[in-house]
């Protein structure tokens, strides 16, 4: 009796750091439960170190496919008109924070009005979550030049809203949740879910995304294969105890056990229906990220129709 041969398309996907990443979680999960190899996929991941790398492999045809941000492809990805970023599957809304006020300071702030001339506390410099709180701030007649912003690192940013020092801070998942849920913070503003985000700003965003390139864009039989197996994903995201799913996850994506279940309760709700992105959020999020910081001259910015791939049908 003959043996059958089945070849699988093979495909290599960039994918933005760290590992833990909550953003591109459906990723790992795909890997992990055979959700690729069982859509006849070949899926080799290189994670790199922030979403600028996974931008630029993309551009530099390193991979087929890049996941990574809206904002970080357009700044960092393809420059040449015939290589226009082509988005696949949409991951998340906005970036997984929450916009809290300390408990210390409660009482007086109890608006987005009343930041001005507020200390804001966040992360980082220039993380991808500044663009829409500058938004947040502006579609409540301020700016971030009337807020006292200071980066402080994840826990120098609990140690200055429990302490009182900053009035506010753009807290990341899982850390946002306990906050709340200890009461040492009252939610003001929240980007932790698609629904959440429409609340806050009035309209639809994407932020994490899968992309290809409009002239090395893979066949549209594997990326359908591809959206399924990451829908499924989404699924078993929602639906799996944390034991089972970090007892076949890599130990650098799971890291600490204790919070990676923290983190998968918060990812249970964080990404787009179905990776459906509609060209009105797109472009909302291009007009959020102009607003924020200028893109550079040379920056290749299709039309948001033309750069919704495909069309995704509902998880099997």
Same mark, same amino acid.
């Given at each position: 009796?003959?043996?059958?041969?089945?070849?699988?398309?093979?495909?290599?996907?960039?994918?933005?750091?760290?590992?833990?990443?909550?953003?591109?979680?459906?990723?790992?999960?795909?890997?992990?439960?055979?959700?690729?190899?069982?859509?006849?996929?070949?899926?080799?991941?290189?994670?790199?170190?922030?979403?600028?790398?996974?931008?630029?492999?993309?551009?530099?045809?390193?991979?087929?496919?890049?996941?990574?941000?809206?904002?970080?492809?357009?700044?960092? &990805?393809?420059?040449?008109?015939?290589?226009?970023?082509?988005?696949?599957?949409?991951?998340?809304?906005?970036?997984?924070?929450?916009?809290?006020? &300390?408990?210390?300071?409660?009482?007086?702030?109890?608006?987005?009005?009343?930041?001005?001339?507020?200390?804001?506390?966040?992360? %980082?410099?220039?993380?991808?979550?500044?663009?829409?709180?500058?938004?947040?701030?502006?579609?409540?007649?301020?700016?971030?030049?009337?807020?006292?912003?200071?980066?402080? &690192?994840?826990?120098?940013? *609990?140690?200055?809203?429990?302490?009182?020092?900053?009035?506010?801070?753009?807290?990341?998942?899982?850390?946002?949740?306990?906050?709340?849920?200890?009461?040492?913070?009252?939610?003001?503003?929240?980007?932790?879910?698609?629904?959440?985000?429409?609340?806050?700003?009035?309209?639809?965003?994407?932020?994490?995304?899968?992309?290809?390139?409009?002239?090395?864009?893979?066949?549209?039989?594997?990326?359908?294969?591809? %959206?399924?197996?990451?829908?499924?994903?989404?699924?078993?995201?929602?639906?799996?105890?944390?034991?089972?799913?970090?007892?076949?996850?890599?130990?650098?994506?799971?890291?600490?056990?204790?919070?990676?279940?923290?983190?998968?309760?918060?990812?249970?709700?964080?990404?787009?229906?179905?990776?459906? *992105?509609?060209?009105?959020? *797109?472009?909302?999020?291009?007009?959020?990220?102009?607003?924020?910081?200028?893109?550079?001259?040379?920056?290749?910015?299709?039309?948001p129709e033309e750069m919704l791939l495909i069309k995704v049908s509902p998880a099997r």
């Amino acid at each position: 009796m003959l043996g059958l041969i089945v070849l699988l398309q093979v495909l290599t996907l960039a994918v933005s750091g760290p590992p833990t990443s909550s953003e591109y979680l459906p990723i790992r999960v795909a890997e992990a439960e055979g959700y690729f190899a069982g859509e006849g996929l070949t899926v080799t991941i290189k994670t790199t170190r922030a979403e600028s790398g996974a931008a630029e492999a993309l551009a530099q045809g390193q991979v087929d496919l890049a996941a990574t941000t809206l904002e970080a492809v357009l700044r960092f &990805g393809p420059r040449a008109a015939t290589q226009a970023p082509r988005l696949v599957f949409g991951l998340t809304a906005a970036p997984p924070v929450a916009l809290v006020v &300390g408990a210390p300071h409660a009482a007086t702030v109890r608006s987005i009005e009343d930041l001005s001339a507020m200390r804001v506390g966040v992360t %980082t410099p220039g993380a991808p979550e500044h663009a829409w709180f500058g938004w947040l701030l502006a579609r409540a007649g301020l700016s971030v030049a009337q807020v006292r912003v200071s980066s402080l &690192g994840g826990r120098g940013l *609990v140690s200055a809203l429990d302490s009182g020092e900053i009035h506010a801070a753009l807290v990341h998942e899982p850390v946002a949740s306990r906050l709340l849920a200890e009461k040492r913070a009252k939610l003001l503003a929240d980007f932790r879910t698609p629904r959440a985000v429409t609340e806050a700003l009035g309209a639809g965003t994407v932020n994490a995304a899968l992309f290809a390139r409009a002239d090395r864009r893979p066949q549209d039989r594997d990326l359908l294969a591809l %959206t399924r197996a990451l829908q499924n994903a989404e699924q078993r995201i929602r639906s799996a105890p944390a034991h089972e799913l970090a007892a076949k996850l890599r130990a650098r994506v799971v890291g600490d056990t204790e919070d990676f279940t923290a983190r998968l309760t918060a990812a249970r709700t964080l990404y787009l229906p179905d990776g459906l *992105v509609s060209a009105d959020q *797109v472009q909302q999020t291009l007009a959020i990220v102009r607003a924020h910081t200028p893109l550079p001259k040379s920056a290749l910015i299709p039309r948001p129709e033309e750069m919704l791939l495909i069309k995704v049908s509902p998880a099997r």
